[in-house]
C-alpha cells in the first residue's frame, strides 16, 4: 500500500491529537508539584520579585530581604519558569504544565522529522506514533522539572546535526542551532556537558574525516572549535555570578547539590553506595538525610550483612544504633554534623573493605540497570516495592505491564541500531537524493546513552528519570526496523529516471 502527502500529514495531525490527549490527562489527573518542583518555583519567584536567585531560606546568609543565594540549581529552568510566571502569574504551575506539552511534542515532531530524513516517510510516522503515546516522557509534562525542556534540546540537537552534516559541515546556519540547543540543555541540568562532547566530539571527527576527499576541512573543523567556545562561553554568566556572590568557581553545579559553607554528604552517601540499589532507598532513606528521620526498618537486609551470622548481628546492631543517633540529632536541628557523618564514613569504610567489588563494580552497574529498567511509576500512586504481588495485586500488575512496555522502547531503539548499521548508516534514498551516510549521527547519538550511563554509574541515587534522555534516540533508532530495504529504493529510483 503507498500512501501519497494528504494521507500522511492526516495520519501524523492524528498522531498529534492522540499526543496532546494523553498529555492533557497526565496534567489534569497526575499534575505534581512538590520537592525539587517546589525549589525551582522559590527561585523563579524570587528571582522575579527580588531580583535574587535563591530562597527563601537556605543555608548560605540570607540578604535582607530573607532570601539565601544559591547555586545548587542551573539558572535554564528557573528561568523558564520566572517567564512563565511573568506572562500567567507567579505560582501559575498549570500554564507550565500545558507549555511543558507543546514542547514535548515539538520533541516528537523533531525525532519524527529525523527519521524520516534518514529512513523515509513511513518510519518517520511510526516514530511519530510512538513518541506522541509515549507514556513515560508524556508524564513529565505535569511535573515542573528540567526533563522535558532537555527532551526537546536533545531532539533539536540531533536533527540539526543531521542537517549540519548533510549540508556539509562548516559554518552553514545549522551549526548555530546546534550551538543553542546544546548550550540550552546544559543549562538545564550539568550532566549534559557530557551531551556536549558526544555532539561536539562527532562533529569534529565528521569534519576531519574527510581531509582527503575535501577542500574544506579546515574550514569545517574550525567551525567545531567555533562551537566549542561558544558553548562554554554560554556558562561564564553564571559562573561570573557564582564567583561575586558567593565568592566561588562553579561553572555549573555542585554535585552534592551543597552551597558554599554547607557541609556535604561524603560519609553518609559513600555509605549508601554500600548497599542501595532501588528508587525505594532513594525517596525513604537518601532524600531524608539531613532533614527527616530514618528508619532502620526501611534498609534492605543487605544494609546490615555480613560474611557471617555473628558479624552480621554485630553489624546490624552497629547500623542501628548510628540511625537512632543520627535520629535523636535531626529533632533539634536539620543539619548533620561532621561527626555524624564521619561515622556513616567510618561504616563505609568496614563495608567496602570487605566487599569490594560489589562496591566498585557490582552495585553501581545495579543502580544503572534499575534506573533503566525499573517500571516508571515513580510519579504516581503506586507502591515504592511494586513487586509485593500479595500485598497489592493490580499496582504490581500495572508496573510489571509498565516495565515491559518500558522495555519494549528500549529493545525497538537497539534493534533499530543493528539495522541501522546493516544499511551501512545510509540515509533514505528518496528522487534525486545521493547516498550519503551518517555513520557520525549514529555514533553520536549511541555516545550520548553511553556517556550518560557511564556518569550514572557514579551516583549515589537511583532515579528512573535520570535515563529519559535515553528516548530521543531510542525513538529515532526505532524507525530503521521500518525503512524500506536499500535495493528497493534503488530500483524504484532507477525506474523512474
Known amino acids: 500500500m503507498k500512501w501519497g502527502t494528504r494521507q500522511i500529514r492526516l495520519w501524523a495531525i492524528m498522531a498529534l491529537m492522540a499526543g496532546l490527549l494523553l498529555r492533557v490527562w497526565f496534567i489534569r489527573h497526575m499534575a505534581l508539584v512538590a520537592g525539587d ?23 548560605t546568609p540570607p540578604d535582607a530581604l530573607g532570601i539565601s543565594p544559591t547555586l545548587i540549581r542551573l539558572p535554564g529552568y528557573p528561568l523558564f519558569l520566572a517567564a512563565c510566571f511573568r506572562i500567567f502569574g507567579v505560582g ?39 513518541a506522541v503515546l509515549c507514556p513515560f516522557t508524556a508524564r ?36 548555530w542551532i546546534v550551538i543553542a540547543a546544546v548550550a540550552s540543555s546544559i543549562q538545564l541540568r550539568p550532566e549534559q556537558i557530557l551531551f556536549a562532547v558526544a555532539i561536539l566530539s562527532t562533529m569534529l571527527w565528521a569534519s576531519l574525516a574527510h581531509l582527503h576527499s575535501s577542500s574544506r576541512p579546515l574550514h569545517s573543523a574550525s567551525a567545531v572549535f567555533a562551537a566549542a567556545i561558544c558553548v562554554i562561553l554560554s556558562l561564564t554568566p553564571w559562573t561570573i555570578r557564582n564567583a561575586r556572590t558567593l565568592h566561588v568557581f562553579q561553572p555549573l553545579a555542585p554535585r552534592y547539590a551543597n552551597d558554599p559553607g554547607e557541609l556535604a554528604p ?53 547500623t542501628a544504633a548510628l540511625l537512632a543517633d543520627y535520629n535523636a540529632t ?20 568496614e563495608r567496602i573493605q570487605a566487599h569490594p567489588v560489589l562496591y566498585y563494580f557490582g552495585l553501581p552497574v545495579a543502580r544503572v540497570l534499575n534506573m533503566t529498567l525499573r517500571p516508571r511509576t515513580e510519579m504516581m500512586n503506586i507502591p515504592l516495592e511494586w513487586w509485593k504481588w ?27 541500531l543493528f539495522a541501522w548499521k546493516r544499511r551501512k548508516w545510509i540515509l533514505h534514498l528518496g528522487p534525486n537524493t545521493p547516498k550519503f551516510a551518517f ?59
Not at 149 to 161: E, G, H, M, N, W
Not at 330 to 349: C, H, Q, W
Open 390 to 416: 500479595r500485598q497489592h495485586r493490580m499496582h504490581t500488575a500495572f508496573a510489571a505491564a509498565y516495565a515491559t512496555l518500558n522495555l519494549a522502547y528500549i529493545i525497538l531503539g537497539l534493534a533499530g
Open 37 to 59: 518542583s517546589s525549589l525551582y518555583g522559590d527561585i523563579a519567584k524570587n528571582l522575579l520579585q527580588h531580583g535574587v536567585y535563591g530562597f527563601t531560606s537556605g543555608s
Open 330 to 349: 535531626t529533632g533539634i536541628s536539620n543539619e548533620v554534623s561532621p561527626a555524624m557523618d564521619s561515622r556513616f564514613a567510618k561504616l563505609a569504610a
Open 439 to 497: 555513520r557520525e549521527l549514529a555514533i553520536a547519538m549511541a555516545a550520548s546513552i553511553l556517556l550518560r550511563a557511564a556518569l550514572l554509574l557514579t551516583l549515589d541515587n537511583s532515579e528512573p528519570r535520570y535515563t529519559l534522555e535515553y528516548f530521543p534516540v531510542m525513538f529515532v533508532l526505532a524507525g530503521a526496523l521500518f525503512a524500506e530495504p536499500l535495493h528497493l529504493q534503488s530500483t524504484r529510483e532507477r525506474g523512474g529516471r
Open 266 to 318: 561524603l560519609g553518609f552517601s559513600r555509605w549508601y553506595r554500600t548497599w542501595a540499589i532501588d528508587f525505594a532507598s532513594t525517596e525513604n532513606v537518601y532524600w531524608n538525610y539531613s532533614g527527616d528521620p530514618i528508619r532502620f526498618a526501611d534498609l534492605p537486609e543487605r544494609a546490615s550483612e555480613a560474611g557471617s551470622a555473628s558479624t552480621t548481628e554485630d553489624l546490624r546492631s552497629r
Open 140 to 175: 513529565y509534562v505535569a511535573v515542573p522539572l528540567t526533563e522535558t525542556l532537555v527532551l526537546t534540546s536533545i531532539a533539536l540537537a540531533f536533527y540539526s546535526l543531521g542537517r549540519w552534516q548533510e549540508e556539509g559541515g562548516g559554518y552553514n546556519r545549522w551549526l
Open 92 to 130: 501559575q504551575y498549570n500554564a507550565v504544565m500545558y507549555i511543558q506539552a507543546i514542547a514535548d511534542l515539538v520533541t516528537c515532531c523533531l525525532v519524527s522529522a529525523l527519521a524520516g530524513r534518514l529512513f523515509g516517510s513511513r518510519p518517520a510516522l511510526v516514530v511519530l506514533w510512538l
